[in-house]
């Protein structure tokens, strides 16, 4: 069963364009929830992570993210980006049952143009 | 503080070979975790050690395995290959089990299987 879905597998965006990357969870328990980027021929880099606590999370290079557990939601939001945030962004939970596993979205790629 | 490091970046086998890759972690991190990304099936989990044992295991066949050496370096291997298992295999590394923690991702091993 499908835990992680990232609405979006593409989204382009103008440069100084706010942007916002949808990604929706499903789970009987209670989750951990996180937002890594991949550049181009590298690994993965954690953006921000959601635990507990207050539900708008801040991360590096200006993103953020709101957690809203009747939703089940965890959108990624940057109000303002550059052509260097060009990258793969996934979504990933884990599931308070499955302790160590990471389980990730299908990424969604997103593309700035000047 | 070196990153991870896997080795070797880039490998080519054929069909029917085995492989071995290896991830050394940061330094002091006793967790470490193996992913299978695919263009098709995105990133997967594949299994996590933690202090020289298995505790985690992904949906693959009995062709992949792993182990974690008393430095916390970790091999995984693949035996009988087929073609399907060409991919970008990405080792991560933490602190502790990365139930809440982060990941530290190396920059991966592409294998592709002639």
């Known amino acids: 069963a499908q835990s992680v879905t990232q609405l979006d597998s593409q989204v382009p965006v103008f440069e100084e364009a706010p942007v916002e990357l949808r990604c929706n969870y499903s789970?009987?328990?209670?989750?951990?929830l996180f937002w890594y980027v991949q550049y181009p021929n590298q690994g993965l880099q954690l953006l921000l992570k959601?635990?507990?606590?207050?539900?708008l999370v801040k991360g590096i290079n200006g993103f953020e993210a709101e957690f809203n557990k009747s939703q089940t939601s965890f959108h990624l939001r940057k109000p303002s980006v550059h052509i260097s945030d060009t990258a793969e962004y996934f979504c990933?939970?884990?599931?308070?049952?499955?302790?160590?596993?990471?389980?990730f979205g299908a990424g969604t790629q997103v593309v700035v143009t000047p | 503080k070196a990153g991870v490091t896997q080795t070797p970046r880039y490998l080519i086998k054929t069909r029917g070979q085995q492989v071995t890759l290896s991830c050394s972690p940061i330094?002091?991190?006793?967790?470490v975790s193996w992913y299978q990304q695919t263009p098709g099936q995105g990133l997967q989990f594949l299994f996590e050690?933690?202090?020289?044992?298995?505790?985690n295991k992904g949906n693959f066949p009995g062709r992949f395995s792993g182990r974690q050496f008393s430095n916390s370096r970790s091999e995984m291997n693949v035996s009988t290959l087929e073609l399907g298992d060409s991919a970008l295999y990405l080792c991560?590394?933490?602190?502790?089990?990365?139930?809440?923690?982060?990941?530290?991702f190396g920059e991966g091993s592409r294998l592709t299987v002639l």
């Open positions: 991560a590394s933490s602190l502790s089990p990365s139930a809440t923690g982060e990941l530290f």
């Open positions: 789970s009987s328990v209670s989750v951990y």
């Open positions: 959601y635990l507990s606590g207050s539900t």
């Open positions: 990933a939970v884990i599931l308070t049952d499955s302790w160590g596993k990471l389980q």
């Open positions: 330094s002091g991190h006793r967790s």
């Open positions: 050690y933690f202090s020289e044992t298995q505790r």
